[in-house]
Nanobody, 126 residues
C-alpha cells in the first residue's frame, strides 16, 4: 500500500510559477512509476507528466510540454511538478499517482495507476 500526499497548489497569476510536491509513504518508492494528472471543472482527469523509476525518462502532455518539468528524489520519497508560464487553462486539481512497473516503464492512462493522492488545487488567474 502506498499513500500519496500532494502539496504546493495555490492561486497564481498567468505567467507565474508553482512547484507541486507529492510525498509517498513506504520504503520502495524507487520501484514505482510516478505521474501527475489533472482534472479541470466539468472535464475528465487527464495525463500531465510521467517519470520513470530512476528519473531518467520523462514524458509530457503536449499542452504542458516546455512549461512543466517532472522530477523525483527517491531518497526523499518525493516527486515534483515544476510549472512555469502558467495559463488560466492550467487551472485544475492536480493529482499524483503511482504504479507498480511490470512490462512498460512509462504509462499514460489513468487505469494503469494503482494509487492516487487526494489532489491539490491550482488556480491561475488571467
Amino acid at each position: 500500500q502506498v499513500q500519496l500526499v500532494e502539496s504546493g497548489g495555490g492561486l497564481v497569476q498567468a505567467g507565474g510559477s508553482l512547484r507541486l510536491s507529492c510525498a509517498a509513504s513506504g520504503r520502495t518508492f524507487g520501484s514505482y512509476g510516478m505521474a501527475w494528472f489533472r482534472q479541470a471543472p466539468g472535464k475528465e482527469r487527464e495525463f500531465v507528466a510521467v517519470i520513470s523509476r530512476s528519473g531518467g525518462s520523462t514524458r509530457y502532455a503536449d499542452s504542458v510540454k516546455g512549461r512543466f518539468t517532472i522530477s523525483r528524489d527517491n531518497a526523499k520519497n518525493t516527486v515534483y511538478l515544476q510549472m512555469f508560464s502558467l495559463k488560466p487553462e492550467d487551472t485544475a486539481v492536480y493529482y499524483c499517482a503511482s504504479r507498480t512497473v511490470k512490462f512498460v516503464e512509462l504509462a499514460y492512462s489513468l487505469r494503469d495507476y494503482e494509487y492516487w493522492g487526494q489532489g491539490t488545487q491550482v488556480t491561475v488567474s488571467s
